[in-house]
């Protein structure tokens, strides 16, 4: 399918190929005015990280990682990496000093930094695709990659989560990896790119794991090609983990180890992962022969093991193992992201073919590849990595972000093969079948193939006019009532917590994060028990109002979970002597009802 290659012409037309696709998906949302700013879609992680930022450029600590504005009082820790807050911060400070304008600098920062992203994804993209399929498998991955990555959403004006960094951070450190043959520093960046990404978050140690491993035993296979490889990556991968340790962690919690975020615990395997794989490279008695080479690396692993199994056994579990049966249940099982693929099958089977199809395909041209033969380094790389996304995909739905990705490079390479037959060929059935490869490798194909499948699922079921109103409270203007007022302590469900943070200067309990356990449960209280137990609460946590959503899917959930409880009750309209309704709310997205007793 092709092989790596050389020059820096091929960098420049790479990168600027990608460019001219980023400024096309720029236009795009700039023609469409940026809507993604005033309407988050229910994104939380978006909205909340914003807070993060505007709060660490307002003096918060740089290892402070509270967020005092949502759960008990004082909030609770985070954990979300710095890494991502400091240049979404520095952009935004940079754009106010240009401006003169806070807020318009925080919507610059908002644009630029998933629009940096995008371009540098698609980059690493096309350098994949080059050393996997040639020269000619680079346009393919420009296209199929920026229209899989544009309408999945990742990269959209607003987007400041982390999974755009991990994405491009995981790509990179495939592409580097993939040109290390070729390039003397490869190897090293995509070490440093695997620490990094998993710095970023623990979402993508399936990958990091599965890069790592491939390193190791292309060694073990070629270890004339691969032996300085290996090295540079264990050196690059533990040396930044070390980076990262010191820049992140206060010396006060070097002992603390977390499993939901970069801490020693992640530090500590990378830092015998990596100086062990260098080591055993660079030693001759260990690198000697074949079974020596399997021998020492298996080692490595048991070693990898025991230090987790004795020093961290934590992390060994599951990573919701711990939470409150009452969060999962009314919580966590209504994360569409975190459900899996069986699931999707049984509730929204159209959704399916939108996320899984082009993995699929991909997967299923790399065993054709593997049956007849002539395998390469390039494609243990690839698909190893496509197989262990899809079955995390398989697992849980946002895993599919990442197969979609990694199927970028295979089928771009497919595509690639189909237009050198047609451009030696005049045959129509050369042309269809080009056409038919290019339809089959667009992700958005699928997706509107899923759609068209589940509006005739419905069967005419009437679908809600959602121009008319914010029935679901996603969008800004229907928070500029709040921002109007007092500030306080507001008693809401954890759909709205990030909103009511972003778009005021209020305080809430409940948001949807695993660590504010308390903040979460309190809210369920109030809303799940009588009008007297949620007074109760009220009273004692200095609540001054009370925020209710009836269009929101988490209203429904917990209306059916207790249909005599205090949220199901205002829904009906019976209002407790203790509250008092704001202004004309009633037939607002959201209706506010102010606490008597806070004064």
């Not at 203790?578 to 037939?587: I, Y």
Request: hydrophobic content about 55%; overall charge neutral; charged content about 15%.
């Amino acid at each position: 399918m092709g092989t790596v290659e050389n020059g820096a012409a091929t960098w420049k037309s790479d990168l600027l190929l990608a460019l001219l696709a980023a400024l096309l998906a720029f236009a795009f949302d700039a023609w469409a005015g940026f809507g993604q700013l005033t309407d988050a879609g229910g994104d939380n992680d978006n909205l909340l990280r914003l807070v993060e930022v505007r709060d660490l450029l307002a003096g918060q600590g740089w290892f402070d990682l509270h967020q005092y504005r949502m759960g008990l009082e004082g909030g609770f820790v985070m954990h979300w990496s710095r890494l991502v807050d400091a240049p979404i911060a520095a952009i935004a400070l940079a754009a106010s000093a240009l401006t003169g304008s806070r807020p318009l600098g925080e919507d610059v920062a908002q644009v630029l930094w998933p629009a940096l992203l995008f371009w540098s994804t698609l980059f690493f993209t096309a350098r994949a695709a080059r050393s996997f399929g040639g020269g000619g498998a680079v346009l393919p991955a420009i296209l199929v990659g920026a229209a899989g990555y544009y309408f999945i959403g990742i990269y959209d004006p607003g987007a400041l989560d982390h999974h755009n960094v991990q994405l491009m951070l995981t790509m990179a450190s495939l592409a580097l990896l993939l040109e290390a043959p070729a390039r003397r520093w490869a190897a090293l960046l995509s070490g440093l790119c695997a620490a990094l990404t998993l710095a970023v978050g623990m979402e993508t140690v399936p990958y990091v794991a599965t890069i790592g491993v491939c390193a190791a035993l292309l060694f073990v296979v070629d270890p004339a090609s691969e032996r300085t490889i290996a090295r540079d990556f264990g050196v690059g991968f533990a040396g930044v983990a070390a980076l990262v340790f010191l820049a992140t962690i206060p010396p006060s919690a070097w002992g603390a180890a977390q499993c939901d975020a970069f801490s020693v615990a992640q530090f500590v395997v990378a830092a015998i992962a990596g100086v062990g794989l260098a080591a055993i490279a660079s030693t001759e008695k260990a690198a000697g022969s074949w079974q020596r080479r399997l021998a020492s690396l298996a080692a490595l692993g048991v070693v990898l093991g025991a230090v987790v199994a004795a020093l961290f056994p934590q992390c060994l579990s599951s990573p919701y193992a711990s939470l409150d049966p009452r969060l999962k249940e009314l919580w966590l099982d209504h994360i569409d992201e975190a459900q899996s693929l069986f699931t999707l099958l049984v509730r929204d089977p159209a959704r399916v073919a939108a996320r899984y199809a082009t993995p699929l395909v991909a997967i299923v041209l790399m065993a054709l590849r593997f049956r007849r033969g002539g395998w390469r380094r390039q494609d243990s790389l690839v698909a190893a990595l496509l197989a262990v996304a899809f079955v995390v995909g398989a697992w849980q739905v946002r895993g599919t972000t990442f197969s979609i990705a990694f199927a970028v490079v295979p089928l771009s390479a497919w595509i690639a093969k189909w237009r050198a037959r047609a451009e030696t060929s005049s045959s129509l059935g050369v042309a269809l079948r080009l056409a038919a490869v290019w339809l089959v490798s667009i992700n958005p194909v699928w997706t509107g193939v899923a759609a068209a499948a589940s509006v005739a699922l419905e069967k005419g079921n009437v679908v809600a006019d959602a121009g008319a109103m914010d029935r679901t409270c996603q969008k800004k203007g229907t928070f500029a009532q709040l921002g109007g007022m007092a500030d306080t302590t507001v008693l809401t469900i954890s759909n709205l917590g990030a909103p009511i943070l972003v778009y005021s200067g209020h305080r809430v309990f409940a948001g949807p994060y695993h660590r504010n356990v308390a903040g979460n449960l309190l809210a369920l209280d109030a809303f799940l028990g009588s009008a007297d137990e949620a007074r109760a609460i009220v009273e004692a946590h200095r609540v001054g109002l009370v925020a209710i959503c009836p269009g929101n899917v988490e209203t429904r959930i917990i209306t059916q979970k207790a249909p005599q409880g205090f949220l199901a009750s205002l829904l009906r309209g019976s209002v407790p002597d203790w509250l008092e309704p704001v202004g004309e709310t009633k037939d607002s997205p959201i209706e506010f009802y102010r606490v008597k007793q806070a004064g």
